[in-house]
């Protein structure tokens, strides 16, 4: 099948490496050049796991090209994939559909043959009808349909999640276009559901599964500050009911709060149509205001544990929102370091993979090391803000040596709790008490 993908960014470039990979003839638009320049000269634009390696094979068998020109991406294809961002409007809140509104009304005029318009960007209930608008005011007559085509792959995953989709869902309200993505996840029917439905159905499926998924780490994260105030530990809690089918295991790891260009914007962008039809959801306006909270408690602590120190220095480790992708937007360690900073600290920061980014970002703000002991040295905090399993092998022993004051303030609970204390470490992670008050607890008791 022939596809062209608007946009490159994290979804539309990982789906158009899978679909060339499948055998599709796949061609990605973006009307950024310098993006198209680098990966025509084969240079990879994000990080994701596998996704080089597969990039240059498919590149080499002549089944993905790049392009800027919507006219040389659209004009033949099959099915046109709308891969652009959707960020929040900076007022509203709302999903920002100006790239959306853009890209339909480019490629409008492109159209020849019957072609299948895919939304894969997520987007609010009833977009489907606009972009059937827009293109057939630009071009009357042309065949085509507009399906919604949710795209539900993990930053850090996806790879692997487009290979193995847990399911895929289809807004299609014609026979034609099913058939067409029928054709397209033929590789996948054995293995996995391919649920058709109508199109507003898959929209809000979209923003109903990640607002779930907010509220899930925001309800974790509430029972944490239970288990800190009085005693419980947090990791067997969430063990404990983890092992409840009904709740299941994924998403009850506390930390500092959900980010990522996803979960903080798609919460808003629920709460903001459902106000639009005034629908009440207390539940996701509960979330979305504690995940903002969290993150300044995460930053109060860290300056707390370093309140008596003068000109403290404080170690970073983790910038991305999460493990396994360069990607920092609405990262919460963004959102720390941003307040750490209002408070004039001197912060030393290293991420395995989101260095570049996080300087796009932050610029001289901070300073970054080459690697995690070289975050460490002369540092009177170390605040660990992203899950990545690399900051578990952390020697504490070096870290020890290294450090001015031996403090770890551990928001993803990655470093070994009693080795820290055996190398004379204060030690807070996340949903226990801190072993001294907890002592103080067992005194009383
Ligand atoms: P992104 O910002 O990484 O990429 C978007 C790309 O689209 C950019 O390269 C931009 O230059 C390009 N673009 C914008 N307008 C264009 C136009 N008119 N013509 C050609 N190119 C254009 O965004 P992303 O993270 O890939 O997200 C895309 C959509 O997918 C969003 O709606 C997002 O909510 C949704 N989504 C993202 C994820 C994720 O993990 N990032 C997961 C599921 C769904």
Redesign the pocket.
């Known amino acids: 099948m022939k596809v062209g993908i608007?946009?490159?960014?994290?979804?539309?470039?990982p789906t158009g490496v899978g679909l060339a990979e499948l055998g599709n003839n796949v061609i990605c638009?973006?009307?950024?050049p310098k993006?198209i320049e680098a990966l025509k000269a084969g240079k990879i634009t994000?990080y994701e796991e596998g996704l080089e390696e597969l990039f240059h094979k498919n590149v080499k068998a002549g089944r993905l090209h790049f392009t800027t020109s919507?006219e040389e991406g659209v004009s033949d294809a099959d099915l046109v994939i709308i891969?652009?961002?959707?960020p929040p409007h900076p007022i509203t809140k709302e999903?920002d559909m100006k790239?959306i509104h853009?890209?339909a009304t480019?490629l409008a005029e492109y159209l020849k043959g019957y072609t299948v318009i895919a939304t894969?960007?997520?987007?609010p209930v009833g977009t489907g009808d606009d972009i059937e608008a827009l293109i057939s005011k630009k071009n009357p007559f042309v065949s085509f349909d507009v399906i919604s085509l949710?795209?539900?792959?993990?930053?850090g995953f996806?790879v692997y999640d487009f290979f193995h989709p847990d399911r895929i869902i289809v807004g299609a309200d014609t026979e034609r276009a099913r058939n067409v993505i029928k054709e397209l996840y033929k590789p996948f029917a054995d293995k996995t559901k391919i649920l058709f439905v109508k199109r507003r159905s898959s929209e809000t499926i979209?923003y109903a599964s990640n607002a779930f998924l907010a509220m899930k780490i925001h309800y974790i994260n509430e029972m944490a500050n239970f288990c800190e105030a009085t005693g419980a530990d947090i990791t067997e809690v969430a063990q404990g009911m983890g092992l409840d089918t009904r709740i299941g295991n994924r998403f009850l790891n506390p930390g500092p709060g959900y980010g990522?260009?996803?979960f903080p914007?798609?919460t808003l962008a629920m709460s903001y149509m459902a106000r639009q039809n005034n629908v009440e959801m207390t539940l996701i306006n509960a979330a979305i205001a504690g995940n903002a909270k969290r993150k300044q408690q995460m930053a109060e602590r860290i300056l707390n544990a370093v309140k008596d120190i003068e000109k403290p220095k404080i170690a970073i480790l983790g910038l991305a929102f999460k493990n396994g992708t360069d990607?920092c937007?609405e990262s919460p360690a963004m959102e720390i370091i941003g307040h750490l900073l209002e408070h004039n600290a001197n912060i030393i920061a290293y991420d395995p993979k989101a260095m570049g980014t996080a300087c796009q970002l932050l610029g001289d703000k901070i300073g970054y090391a080459d690697n995690m002991y070289a975050t460490l040295q002369g540092a009177d905090v170390l605040a660990v803000l992203t899950e990545w399993q690399e900051f578990k092998t952390l020697d504490l022993a070096q870290a020890s040596r290294l450090m001015r004051h031996k403090i770890i303030i551990d928001c993803r609970n990655l470093i070994n709790r009693d080795e820290a204390y055996k190398n004379g470490f204060k030690y807070q992670g996340i949903g226990h008490k801190e072993q001294e008050k907890l002592n103080e607890l067992r005194q009383v008791a």
Not at 6 to 13: A, C, D
Not at 83 to 86: D, E, K, P, R, S
Not at 120 to 123: A, D, Q, W, Y
Not at 150 to 155: A, D, K
């Open positions: 608007i946009g490159t960014g994290y979804v539309g470039l638009i973006d009307r950024e993006k994000l919507m891969a652009v961002g959707t999903a790239y853009a890209a480019e894969k960007s997520t987007v949710p795209e539900f792959l993990r930053e996806a979209k990522g260009s996803c914007k798609d990607d937007r």
